[in-house]
Nanobody, 126 residues
C-alpha cells in the first residue's frame, strides 16, 4: 500500500502563497487519484482539490477555485497544491490522500480515499 508524506506548510500573511507537496511511495504512482483535504480547529475536514490518474478534470472546492492549482509530477511521484492569494480561512492542517479505484475524483467524496498522510500545517495570519 502507498505511503504519503506532505510538506510545504508554514505561516504566511494574507495574500501570500505556499506550495504543498505530497510524495507517494510504496505503490505505483500512476495508479492513484490524489486528493487534498484540510481541517481547521473545531471544524470538520473538507475537500480542497483532487486530481485523477490521467490528470484530466481536476476538482476544486468552490472556496479555492481560481486561487489553488493542483498538479502531479510522475517523475517525482509527487502531487503539488499551489496556493495563491491565501486567506485566513485557508488555515488548517492539510492532508493528502490516495485511492486506486477512483475513475473521476470529487472533493466532496472524502470517503472514497483510503490512504492518508499525516498532514502539514498551514497558517494564514497577519
Amino acid at each position: 500500500q502507498p505511503q504519503l508524506v506532505e510538506s510545504g506548510g508554514g505561516s504566511v500573511q494574507p495574500g501570500g502563497s505556499l506550495r504543498l507537496s505530497c510524495v507517494v511511495s510504496g505503490g505505483n504512482f500512476d495508479f492513484y487519484a490524489i486528493g487534498w483535504f484540510r481541517q481547521a480547529p473545531g471544524k470538520k475536514r473538507e475537500g480542497v482539490s483532487c486530481i485523477n490518474k490521467n490528470e484530466r478534470r481536476p476538482d476544486y472546492a468552490n472556496s479555492v477555485k481560481g486561487r489553488f492549482t493542483i498538479s502531479r509530477d510522475k517523475a517525482k511521484n509527487t502531487v503539488y497544491l499551489q496556493m495563491d492569494n491565501l486567506k485566513p480561512e485557508d488555515s488548517g492542517i492539510y492532508y493528502c490522500a490516495a485511492e486506486r479505484s477512483i475513475t473521476l475524483c470529487s472533493v466532496s467524496r472524502e470517503e472514497w480515499f483510503e490512504y492518508w498522510g499525516l498532514g502539514t500545517q498551514v497558517t494564514v495570519s497577519s
